[in-house]
């Protein structure tokens, strides 16, 4: 067996091929994550220990510092014209114009309380009356808001879903009633009452690699030339890491031999959480399998540069999680994504 030099650095800590310490692997990779996914890593206590505690709870409502995130009964939030920002309801309007209005409180973050509001369709005609208001989805958001706002607009309108979906207890179909300042239904079922809480839907999205090429998609009904990484919901009785390797295989025939994690990112479109992955596969065998892609192929970095560049390749929009794993996978061989985008864009 060929060791290394004498006094030299054991191989545990250092890659002799190309002269790069462990340590320094691992900053360079830490730092390809540094980056928060779109919606994740909002600052906020949730005040989870005070949603039952409606003295407090109104005060907060009260406070002439909180602030309320209004929604429409379709998800939309509500923007200035002026401004590539969220408009904000103040107590005052509130209890004025529309205290007879559910709030849900979403938490404490600096130094004041943040709440939702959901108005019907008269109420949201009237509000948006009062002012130069825009309406905003939340795919918008995550390309153009600050990444608070955005957070707190995909909070607010992943609790809402969960409540407008609720009505009726699952286990006996009695009506329920939301309680918890928003974060609990209870049945009104006196013989048997439960409690149900919001759920979310888990999905994995994945990058796949094999050698110096990763393994991309492309659905039927996108635009042309985009393709992306490949995604699932996870089934019950399954782990992450199944999910992955059960989804490569259904949707590419690709076998994948092992899996990392790498971030993941709330996605209320409208209740999932994806739980992005980096994963190797066994070779590139490719055998599409029941329609559920179009396409899919292995790229090298060279492919995506020329494809970008030439346009004959699209990439996911950056406010997805399926952007942060091809933007790592290429900043890994000292490519950057966000180049690539900017001057791909077409001339004006």
Known sequence: MRRPPAGAVPRSAHDWSRGVSVEQERDKEAATRARENVFAGIDIDRMSERRDDRLWVEEMERHPDTRFLVLDSEGHAF???????????SPEM????????ASTLLGLADGRAWFALVLDH??????????????????????????????????????????RQTRFCSQCGAPVLVVASGHRA???????????FPRTDAAIIVIVEQGDACLLGRQRGWPAGR???????IEPGE???????????EESGVEVVHATYHSSQPWPLPASLMVGFTATARNRDIHLRDDELEDARWFTADDIIRGMRSGSLGVPPPLSVSYRLIEHWLALRGVSLDDLVTTSLPKR
């Open 227 to 233: 393709y992306s990484t490949l995604a699932g919901f």
């Open 79 to 89: 923007a200035r014209e002026d401004a590539e920002c969220l408009l904000w309801m």
């Open 94 to 101: 509130r209890a004025e114009r529309f205290g007879d209005v």
């Open 186 to 196: 209870q049945c009104t079922n006196p013989d048997g009452p439960h409690m149900h």
């Open 239 to 249: 782990s992450l890491e199944d999910a992955v390797r059960r989804e490569v295989r």
């Open 122 to 163: 008269p109420q949201a005609d009237l509000y948006a009356s009062f002012a130069a208001h825009r309406r905003m989805s939340l795919r918008e958001a995550g390309l153009i808001l600050p990444a608070f706002e955005a957070g707190l607009f995909a909070y607010a309108k992943g609790i809402t879903h969960w409540q």
